[in-house]
């Protein structure tokens, strides 16, 4: 059976768990072989391996993004075994901020500039530069959030990696429009992962607190996300570049 990814080769950084897993999963689903990298072996390791199990097409490549090195040899790697990079999904990221923009430390700024931005910088850079040299471009699909199209009081830094998350998508997507090259961006509100869970339990106001936020009433999902990427990637999609899309329950309606 044909699908939409059929024998693609894709990429998705952050691959180990939440919205990383659903989307590699998604991609195997319809047909693409699928890299998954993240810096937790273990866990992107498993994931890998029960895409394979079911059927799909996976391997797993370690890979730090806030290190240059690390990601050229990612992207060396996975055009010398598969011979191209037809999507990459930049989702690699973290969210360590809990507090006011005046109790902030160095080290936090740092750590959430070096991965978030730095990271999607990198991971494009080689991407793009694997995809201009292979027929047909590619697609590169990159995770901000709904904090980069507005305010996240406690989150400022995060905040502000969003926001210049989707500086770099806008950006490349203008760049190399004309070079069969498609740069977008989701933005998802608050996804029900065992990240958010993790954060639930230890201030369980969190959740009801997040659901409220919602006009739809309820946290999203992985798999929510998941398709909006396949969506962004395909070919269904092949007018849209320098997109910054919400998925996120009304939330930037208000």
Not at 34 to 48: K, T
Not at 107 to 122: P, Y
Not at 216 to 236: F, H, K, N, P, T
Request: charged share 20%.
């Amino acid at each position: 059976m044909t699908t939409r990814f059929s024998d693609k080769v894709v990429l998705v950084t952050g691959g180990a768990a939440g919205i990383g897993e659903a989307t590699a999963r998604a991609f195997a689903a319809e047909g693409a072989r699928v890299v998954v990298s993240d810096v937790a072996e273990p866990e992107g390791q498993a994931v890998a391996a029960d895409i394979a199990e079911q059927g799909g097409d996976a391997m797993f490549i370690p890979c730090d993004v806030s290190r240059a090195g690390e990601v050229r040899g990612l992207i060396q790697r996975i055009i010398d075994t598969h011979g191209r990079l037809d999507c990459a999904f930049n989702n690699a990221g973290i969210d360590v901020e809990d507090s006011k923009l005046a109790d902030g430390s160095e080290e936090t700024f740092d750590r959430l500039m070096d991965v978030n931005v730095k990271g999607v910088w990198l991971c494009m850079k080689h991407e793009i530069e694997a995809m201009l040299n292979q027929p047909g471009g590619g697609v590169i699909v990159n995770t901000a959030s709904v904090a980069g199209l507005g305010a996240a009081p406690k989150m400022a830094v995060y905040s502000a990696s969003k926001h210049a998350v989707i500086g770099l998508t806008k950006s490349a997507a203008v760049e190399y429009a004309r070079k069969g090259i498609r740069v977008n961006a989701v933005c998802p509100a608050v996804i029900d992962t065992d990240m958010f869970r993790r954060a639930a339990e230890a201030d369980p106001r969190k959740r009801e607190g997040a659901m409220n936020m919602h006009p739809v009433g309820r946290l999203g999902q992985a798999d929510e996300i998941a398709q909006a990427v396949l969506y962004l990637c395909s070919e269904g999609a092949g007018f849209s570049t320098g997109v910054a899309l919400p998925v996120d329950g009304g939330y930037t309606a208000i």
